[in-house]
């Protein structure tokens, strides 16, 4: 029945593409969320008040985040061509489009774990200097595990969108999806293709989606 | 143990200079449960971040046990911190933590050997009554249950020095007198400096030993619990001490006396200590042929000794009523004539 609904699919190409995309939004989540972290811990650490207020770090490490956040990601994707060609030594292939992802979403990210450290109770802050933590023991003892589920549904979210970014990586032949639907689907009229590739990447969303609620679930002991 | 000496702590708000503690020269001695009370924005909480380094003084000097606070910094200080501990308002648990794990945090911050670490959290859930909770979160806890938590965690590095902060506010009536009931228990059995601040004068009366009353950043009365009570002098202390003594509706039940009998006097006695417990009234009643209402009583027990007024109105002969209030001077209670507009 597959067969006669999706007559122009060819299940070996498309299953590769699944492979890609899933390869490319996995990585890409990884890196966003380590370096998100660093970015939101550096902008909440150095805000007025905090353990390394630094208002040039600040002001710096905001602005960094907020270009990088505006750029529409087709644009950076083109604009970091020459840095990718410099990482990767080539401009084409899953491993191509990592850099403009993560530097697309780790910003986006670091936003959002400045919102959820900004949530924590500043008088568990105040408890844990008050016992004589230093400030790394801060940071891993209460910062991390306190905003810990606020932390997991932000990159829920950004790793939804990164699976969405992977699909317009296709325009610099990252592969996956995007491609497969916009090189097989579109331009050669198989609307068939397309259907299929879309339905593929709503079941990643959908995965991933639960995998994300099934955590916070778990974590949150509020 | 803890000496601070003229100290002064600004700040800076939007180019307007706020003065949070004002020329503050204090003594606490070793072992005491030492109360400040002031109402909120008196500079309470600001004097007593400064005992842990929480803040730093603009001027002055606050040395405990012989260390001087102000110029310490990095691991000294974090060191230092280990031995002088807080309870706050709000409890400030970590919530992703169970109640074990909390109390086990400041053992982990001064790098305590895991199986050592349990056996201390054994004991101080014990000690603060907590036993067959170890596992549960704090959201699964009442707000007692959680100050005791709070109480645990800060003992578990065996203080000198216990900060309370506000640490009854946000507890009803019962679950606070439980709260200073287990501090009494630990400031005797520990031997630790406790030193707390509050806006209630029912924590004051209740477990301290000596008290300073704050406004506007300044120290305006210290001393014994005991002695602030029985003779107030600044204003904002009679204020806080009709905090406990007051019923408030004794003014209306006053005048409305004073409008009946006109040929009655007011009068307030005030008893302390083992006074309350002999029988004046009665003797007083049997020696002059006076009428005596009572218009209101109230008694009050420091740590030290109950402390208690008795507003009566006396009426008869006025040179008998003289001869009564001779009478009552005689017998070491203070009298005071009420004289009524």
């Not at chain 2, 003779?231 to 003594?245: G, H, L, Y």
Request: proline letters at 3%; hydrophobic letters at 45%; glycine letters at 8%.
């Amino acid at each position: 029945m597959i067969e006669q609904w999706f007559p122009n699919v060819n299940w070996d190409k498309m299953w590769q593409a699944t492979g890609e995309t899933l390869y490319m939004s996995a990585y890409s989540t990884v890196f966003t969320f380590i370096f998100g972290i660093g970015l939101g811990l550096l902008l909440f650490l150095t805000n007025p008040g905090q353990l390394w207020a630094n208002k040039i770090t600040n002001v710096f490490t905001g602005a960094f985040v907020n270009i990088f956040r505006s750029i529409p990601f087709i644009i950076l994707i083109i604009l970091l061509l020459p840095l990718t060609n410099l990482l990767i030594g080539s401009m084409r292939g899953p491993n191509a489009a990592l850099p403009a992802l993560i530097i697309g979403a780790a910003p986006f990210y670091g936003r959002m774990v400045l919102i959820a450290l900004q949530e924590i109770d500043k008088g568990v802050i105040e408890a844990a200097r008050s016992m004589g933590a230093k400030t790394s023991t801060i940071i891993f003892k209460v910062l991390l595990p306190e905003s810990m589920p606020a932390l997991v549904s932000g990159i829920t979210v950004t790793s939804i969108a990164l699976v969405g970014y992977t699909a317009m990586a296709g325009v610099i032949g990252a592969g996956g999806l995007g491609t497969l639907a916009y090189l097989e689907g579109f331009q050669r009229n198989r609307g068939d293709v397309t259907m299929m590739a879309t339905i593929l990447v709503l079941v990643i969303v959908f995965i991933i989606q639960f995998i994300g609620d099934f955590i916070v679930k778990r974590l949150d002991k509020r | 143990m803890i000496q601070l000496t003229n100290v002064h702590k600004r700040f800076q708000l939007n180019r307007s200079e706020i003065v949070a503690v004002d020329d503050v020269t204090l003594a606490i001695e070793e072992g005491e449960i030492f109360g400040v009370i002031g109402y909120s924005g008196a500079g309470k909480s600001t004097l007593i971040r400064l005992l842990n380094g929480l803040e730093t003084p603009t001027s002055g000097s606050i040395m405990i046990h012989g260390q001087e606070m102000t110029t310490l910094k990095g691991s000294g200080l974090r060191d230092a911190r280990q031995k002088i501990s807080m309870i706050f308002q709000h409890f400030n648990l970590l919530w992703s933590r169970t109640v074990e794990e909390n109390i086990m945090f400041p053992l982990e911050i001064a790098g305590v050997k895991k199986s050592a670490r349990k056996q201390k959290v054994k004991e101080l859930i014990d000690l603060v009554g907590l036993t067959g909770r170890e596992q549960a979160y704090p959201s699964q806890l009442s707000g007692g249950q959680k100050q005791r938590v709070g109480i645990a965690r800060a003992l578990a590095n065996d203080p000198e020095v216990l900060l309370c902060d506000e640490a009854t506010s946000a507890l009803d009536p019962e679950t606070t007198n439980a709260i200073l009931d287990l501090l009494t228990d630990i400031n005797e059995r520990l031997g630790l400096t406790i030193v707390l601040i509050t806006h209630e004068m029912h924590v004051i009366r209740k477990i301290c030993h000596r008290v300073a009353v704050m406004e506007a950043g300044k120290v305006v009365e210290a001393g014994n619990v005991l002695d602030v009570f029985q003779s107030p002098q600044a204003d904002i202390t009679k204020r806080f001490i009709s905090q406990v003594t007051d019923t408030g509706d004794t003014d209306a039940a006053m005048t409305h006396l004073q409008e009946e009998s006109p040929h009655g006097k007011l009068i307030k006695l005030a008893f302390i200590g083992e006074r309350t417990e002999q029988p004046v009234l009665a003797e007083l009643i049997r020696k002059f042929p006076i009428d005596v209402n009572i218009v209101q009583g109230n008694i009050s027990t420091t740590r030290d000794g109950a402390y208690g007024t008795l507003v009566l109105q006396l009426v008869g002969d006025v040179a008998v009523i003289e001869e009564a209030i001779a009478f009552l001077d005689a017998n070491e209670v203070k009298t005071e004539v009420l004289v009524h507009d």
